[in-house]
């Protein structure tokens, strides 16, 4: 039903910048209502929330870790998502996911029903 497709990933420095991209689309999806967040995953570790914007645009919330680095938008015309990456460390180091559900805002990535394919983001020091 909802197709999303990450891109932006690559490998920086320590320090440098990335801004990710997801595209969403789907025959029934409106994009107006539903929440769209950010995840993030290494090997061997939980999935873990990054960051999300609730369906109005304008709600923005941040994992701890990534607060005043990390900055979430959407653009509603282009049916798009991003994850604006400043100041980036080592440990940001893994494959982000950009991930929707209907309605507000949620952490917890079991409470989202769509999920992209994810894009890597390696920092080196």
């Known amino acids: 039903q909802v197709q999303l497709v990450e891109s932006g990933g690559g490998l920086v420095q320590t320090g440098e910048s990335l801004r990710l991209s997801c595209a969403a689309s789907?025959?029934?999806?409106?994009?107006?209502?539903?929440?769209m967040g950010w995840f993030r995953q290494v090997p061997g570790k939980e999935r873990e929330f990054v960051a999300a914007?609730?369906?109005?645009?304008?709600?923005?919330y941040y994992a701890d870790s990534v607060k005043g680095r990390f900055t979430i938008s959407r653009d509603n015309a282009k049916v798009t998502v991003y994850l604006q990456m400043n100041s980036l460390k080592p440990e940001d180091t893994a494959v982000y996911y950009c991930?929707?559900?209907?309605?507000?805002?949620?952490?917890?990535?079991?409470?989202?029903?769509?999920w992209g394919q994810g894009t890597q983001v390696t920092v080196s020091s």
């Open positions: 789907g025959r029934t999806f409106n994009f107006r209502t539903y929440t």
């Open positions: 991930a929707a559900r209907p309605g507000d805002y949620s952490e917890l990535p079991l409470t989202y029903n769509y």
């Open positions: 914007v609730n369906w109005s645009g304008y709600n923005r």
